[in-house]
C-alpha cells in the first residue's frame, strides 16, 4: 500500500524550531514533486512548501519564506521541513502530499496537484 507518513509534529514554544518528516512506503516517490500544506482550526489548507523530484527548485508561501526550508533524501523517500522561528500562527495540522504527475520541473502551489496525502501531523506554537 502506498502511503506517506508525517512525523515530527509536537509542542514548541515561539521562537524555537521543529522539524517535520515525511516517509514514503510502498513505492518510491523519487520522480514526483513533494509538497508540505497546514490547516488550521477554522482555515482552509494553505500551502507552505514544494520541492520538486530533482531536488533543484524550492517554493514557499509568503508566510513562511524565510523560516521554513524544505528537502528531501531520495534515498530514504522522505521529506522534511525544517522550521525556524515558529510564530502562534503556524500552529496546525501539517500534511505531506506527492504529485499526481511524475517528473514535474515547476511544483505547484494547489493542493489539486497532489493526489497522495499523508495523515497530518499537529504542530502547536506557545506563548
Known amino acids: 500500500q502506498d502511503q506517506l507518513v508525517e512525523s515530527g509534529g509536537g509542542l514548541v514554544q515561539a521562537g524555537g524550531s521543529l522539524r517535520l518528516s515525511c516517509t514514503a512506503s510502498g513505492r518510491s516517490f523519487s520522480n514526483y514533486a513533494m509538497g508540505w500544506f497546514r490547516q488550521a482550526p477554522g482555515k482552509e489548507r494553505e500551502f507552505v512548501a514544494a520541492?520538486?523530484?530533482?531536488?533543484?527548485?524550492?517554493t514557499y508561501g509568503d508566510s513562511v519564506k524565510g523560516r521554513f526550508t524544505i528537502s528531501r533524501d531520495k534515498a530514504k523517500n522522505t521529506m522534511y521541513l525544517h522550521m525556524n522561528i515558529l510564530n502562534l500562527e503556524d500552529t496546525a495540522i501539517y500534511y505531506c502530499?506527492?504529485?499526481?504527475?511524475?517528473?514535474?520541473?515547476?511544483?505547484?502551489?494547489?493542493?489539486?496537484?497532489?493526489?497522495?496525502w499523508g495523515q497530518g501531523t499537529q504542530v502547536t506554537v506557545s506563548s
Open positions: 520541492i520538486n523530484y530533482s531536488g533543484s527548485s524550492l
Open positions: 502530499a506527492a504529485d499526481q504527475l511524475p517528473l514535474r520541473t515547476v511544483v505547484s502551489h494547489s493542493d489539486e496537484a497532489y493526489n497522495y
